[in-house]
């Protein structure tokens, strides 16, 4: 019988990709449980499988739990939302305008070398512990970073595509608009998949510092309060968006440039 | 009569002060409307620097390029270009990337929908409308850039190397394609290629540059009747002019450069 094999060297099939991506977890899980359930690891430090799921339940049941996954989310989203709608414009600019570049590079370079969490007590300070400080923190934690991706992007457009719209007829807003912005769409919203996993490290970073709700506040409180399985919730729960969200960004890239799909 | 195009003494020089290479020396040529003129010469002999200050993508660092005895300012609608490479835009299909022309200088969408139809069917991309590039080879891409470019109908067509990344056998087809459109629409067209054949088989005048800085060698007329076809090429007339242009171009080679002999000290 003859099969078909599109295989090209170096590539593996799906079904053993999903293998290869599976197994590890496997082990990790059987690590976790042998460790746990034989009594190799106090339960302060590692709490069983089973004590972790059980104190899911609890935390949605009669903890509210969702509230607070309603309130990080809400936060990540509202900040992503603000840090696309001012980096993209702008990096398109910067991408094409060496005027522009060489007022903005002092900021993101300055930027990308200071650790984020050094502004923590100052955005305390000016904006409090509530959702407009988590926001304003990880707007400013990710706009630098998305600016010069975005900038990246727009200045490696091939110039062909940019010749040829011009002998078209097209002005140089429309070149900017028409042919640019999409050329570089794909490695945008690549950037973006990119930003929204680093969002997600900062919030609970925020959160974890000073908040009143929250996944990292809940992670902090249990810890407080020596309530290990509630910790790996909160891990796991953080987890388990970042996998859907990144799913879903994904998903929406293939559906809005079906030309670029990879 | 006056040409369509006009180079009045084009000099280009790129580069620094410092360090500079003259791309064109004092080239003067004019181009009669309706013609197919095609330069060649050897690489580097600014082939391309010419076609780029006619579509208005450089500037001569002095002398004037003119269409219709107005200076080039820019690139325009009516100065239609082709690349050698593939420059359809890959987020629209084939029957929006003929429209972006006409849609960016705000044609009305029915106008646009008729123009495009038509070319979709002369250059035989009937069937590819709604298609991506990506799934199209290269010489149906080129197709989509030829379409492109006569959307706007400009007044003159340049075109570089447009199937110098073809496929022999392609390349063919793709001449006579030209070659149908270009008598049915009687453009002028502005091409530059490395072959030379190609060259003879499509124009009605080759003009061979010399090396860098380039200067007009020679012009020749080529009076192959029209409408041509593919036979010509095999005729002794064809085959001796070649071997004419493919010898001067060699002279250019073989011509050493005042840096080069130095005996060693």
């Given amino acids: 019988m003859i099969t078909a094999d599109n295989r090209d060297a170096g590539a593996i099939s799906s079904k053993r990709y999903v293998w290869l991506s599976a197994v590890p977890v496997l082990l990790v899980a059987g690590a976790w449980a042998v460790a746990t359930y034989g009594g190799f690891v106090g339960p302060f ?38 840090c696309a709608a ?7 600019l910067m991408g094409r305008s060496p005027i522009i570049t060489a007022v903005l590079s ?41 600016l010069a991706l975005v900038a990246d992007a727009t200045a490696s457009v091939a110039p062909e595509l940019i010749d040829t719209a011009a002998t078209l007829g097209a002005t140089r807003p429309q070149v900017l608009v028409r042919v640019i912005f999409p050329a570089a769409l794909p490695a945008i919203l690549d950037a973006l998949r990119v930003m929204m996993g680093v969002g997600w490290t900062y919030l609970v970073l925020a959160e974890i510092v000073a908040a009143e709700s929250g996944i990292g506040y809940m992670i902090m409180e249990s ?37 670029a799909r990879t | 009569m006056t040409p369509l195009l006009a180079l009045d003494r084009i000099v280009k020089i790129y580069g620094t002060p410092q360090s500079f290479v003259a791309a064109l020396d004092d080239l003067s040529y004019g181009v009669a409307e309706n013609s197919f003129v095609s330069l ?4 580097g002999c600014g082939k391309t620097t010419i076609l780029r200050i006619v579509a208005g993508l450089t500037f001569p660092t002095s002398g004037l390029a003119l269409l219709r ?3 080039i300012r820019g690139p325009g609608a009516d100065r239609g270009m082709v690349f050698q490479s593939y420059t359809s835009f890959p987020w629209l299909t084939v029957k929006a990337n003929i429209e972006f022309g006409p849609a960016v200088r705000g044609a009305a969408r029915s106008t646009r929908d008729v123009a495009a139809r038509d070319l979709i069917e002369l250059t035989g991309l009937s069937g590819f409308e709604n298609a991506y590039p990506h799934t199209l080879s290269g010489g149906m891409k080129q197709r989509v850039a030829l379409a492109r470019t006569l959307a706007n109908d400009p007044a003159i067509l340049i075109m570089d190397e447009p199937f110098g990344s073809l496929d022999q056998q392609t390349r063919w087809t793709m001449q006579e394609l030209l070659l149908t459109i270009w008598d049915r629409s009687q453009k002028t067209v502005l091409f530059v290629t490395h072959d030379i054949e190609e060259a003879l088989f499509l124009s009605d005048v080759v003009l061979v540059l010399t090396a860098r800085p380039g200067r007009i060698k020679r012009e020749i007329p080529v009076h192959f009747p029209r409408p ?23 002279e250019e080679l073989s011509t050493p450069s005042p840096s080069q002999h130095v005996p060693h000290a």
């Fill in chain 1, 223 to 259: 810890q407080r309060f020596l309530k290990t399985p509630r910790v790996f919730v909160g891990i796991l729960t953080v987890g388990a968006i970042g996998l859907g969200l990144d799913f879903l960004l994904r998903s929406t890239r293939d559906l809005l440039l079906p030309w």
């Fill in chain 2, 40 to 43: 060649v010469g050897p690489s």
């Fill in chain 2, 228 to 250: 041509r076809c593919p036979e010509l090429k095999a005729t002794p007339e064809f085959v001796a002019l070649k071997a004419a242009v493919i010898g001067l171009i060699r």
């Fill in chain 2, 69 to 71: 005895g107005d200076p």
């Fill in chain 1, 86 to 92: 001012t980096a993209v414009p702008l990096g398109l």
């Fill in chain 1, 106 to 146: 002092p900021f993101v370079v300055v930027m990308r070398y200071v650790p984020i969490s050094a502004f923590i007590p100052l955005l305390i300070l000016w904006a409090g512990i509530g959702t407009f400080q988590k926001v304003l923190f990880l707007w400013l934690g990710t706009f630098f970073y998305l």
């Fill in chain 1, 45 to 82: 430090f590692l709490p069983t499988p089973s004590a972790v799921i059980v104190s899911a339940i609890q935390l949605f049941r009669s903890h509210g739990y969702v509230n607070d996954i309603v309130a990080s989310l809400a936060r990540v989203l509202v900040a992503f939302g603000l």
